[in-house]
């Protein structure tokens, strides 16, 4: 009789049901960090979805909207605020993306200064350095 060997290995599934897995385990981890929208990405789509809400008179000003979401008026108008970056600059924010076990990318606060700044260019010339030293180490 000849004897026979397998390696086998377990792996979790998403949902935490074990699988069984013949051959030497996989060098690349089967479980990837999941992706999400960073934090920016979702107050920017909160802040339209204010702005159209106020725009269209289903909320009468963002002291309704603000009351409605359980926050301050000045929370609110932070928020809003937000529109109030280039296009480009908010399309770029909308993007941003946040894997789990790491840090958000950028934080609102970063960019309240850069609201602040009526020029787009101006905005695009402080954004893209703010990104320049956030990749530095």
């Known amino acids: 009789m000849t004897a026979m060997t397998y390696e086998v290995h377990f792996t ?4 935490g049901r074990k699988e069984l897995r013949e051959g030497p385990e996989p060098a690349v ?8 929208p960073a934090r920016v990405a979702r107050l920017i789509a909160l802040a339209h979805r204010i702005e159209r809400l106020v725009r269209s008179g289903d909320l ?18 932070q928020i809003v605020d937000l529109t109030l ?7 770029r924010l909308l993007l941003m993306e946040r894997r ?3 840090p ?9 200064p850069i609201v602040r700044m009526p020029d787009w260019a101006e905005q695009r010339r402080v954004f893209e350095s703010l990104m320049k030293s956030r990749q530095s180490p």
């Open 104 to 112: 958000e990318p950028l934080g609102e606060q970063d960019l309240r």
């Open 60 to 77: 009468r000003d963002y002291a309704q909207a603000a009351r409605a979401a359980g926050i301050t008026r000045a929370r609110a108008s």
């Open 85 to 91: 970056l280039a296009p480009d600059l908010q399309e």
């Open 12 to 15: 979790a599934s998403r949902h």
């Open 100 to 102: 789990d076990g790491e």
């Open 29 to 36: 981890p089967l479980v990837v960090a999941e992706a999400r």
